[in-house]
């Protein structure tokens, strides 16, 4: 057996500090509620587990090969983060009648196909296959693993984030607070974006 444990701390740490996904989980709870994030949370943990299994299947051989790839989709990444946060920024904050954020909403689809253009997300998958998948006969059993246990580790660790946004939408309270912490995250995204672009 591969070491789980080891692994599941990788997961946790990876899963839980600040990124391009935490950060969106978080601005939508705030806008929407924590189920309003739910997507989000389901397709950013989806996407990333998708993301450990490609390389572990020989995706990020591939990758690594291909500097032009690479570089294509660090660009695409950096577009994409800052088109979020340029929406997250400019859009109003107008309610509906019922006193919900009417603003626009990412979905499932969107939080996971942001994972297989973040090369953040490459670049920690490439490490989980290289240091905790044996090579060998049981390789495919352990990417196969090492995916649904990060998928099970980091659902409950951007659940968090969620549930952060929802109480941080609480104590806002006022429309006003609220526009100001969604367009500070909107300025934490970008700069997280641009980050990615450092040697």
């Given at each position: 057996m591969i070491e789980l444990l080891p692994f599941?701390?990788?997961?946790?740490?990876?899963?839980?500090?600040?990124?391009?996904?935490?950060?969106?989980?978080?601005?939508?709870?705030?806008?929407?509620?924590?189920?309003?994030?739910?997507?989000?949370?389901l397709g950013g943990c989806a996407g990333a587990a998708l993301v450990?299994?490609?390389?572990?299947?020989?995706?990020?051989?591939?990758?690594?090969?291909?500097?032009?790839?690479?570089?294509?989709?660090?660009?695409?990444?950096?577009?994409?983060?800052?088109?979020?946060?340029?929406?997250?920024?400019?859009?109003?904050?107008?309610?509906?009648?019922?006193?919900?954020?009417?603003?626009?909403?990412?979905?499932?689809?969107?939080?996971?196909?942001?994972?297989?253009?973040n090369p953040k997300a490459w670049m920690m998958a490439v490490a989980v296959i290289s240091v905790f998948a044996r090579p060998g006969a049981q390789r495919w059993h352990d990417v196969a693993l090492l995916s649904l246990v990060f998928f099970v580790i980091s659902l409950p660790c951007l659940?968090?984030?969620?549930?952060?946004?929802?109480?941080?939408?609480t104590l806002l309270g006022s429309r006003t607070r609220r526009v100001r912490v969604n367009r500070s995250l909107a300025v934490l995204l970008l700069l997280s974006a641009l980050a990615t672009l450092l040697p």
């Open positions: 599941a701390l990788f997961a946790f740490v990876a899963s839980i500090t600040p990124g391009p996904t935490n950060v969106l989980v978080l601005s939508h709870s705030v806008r929407f509620g924590v189920m309003g994030a739910l997507p989000i949370v450990v299994l490609a390389v572990g299947l020989g995706v990020g051989d591939a990758m690594a090969s291909h500097t032009t790839l690479h570089k294509a989709m660090k660009g695409l990444g950096v577009l994409w983060l800052g088109y979020l946060a340029w929406q997250m920024y400019s859009r109003p904050e107008t309610e509906d009648v019922s006193g919900q954020s009417a603003a626009p909403r990412m979905g499932f689809w969107a939080a996971a196909g942001l994972q297989l253009i659940c968090t984030w969620a549930l952060l946004g929802g109480g941080a939408a």
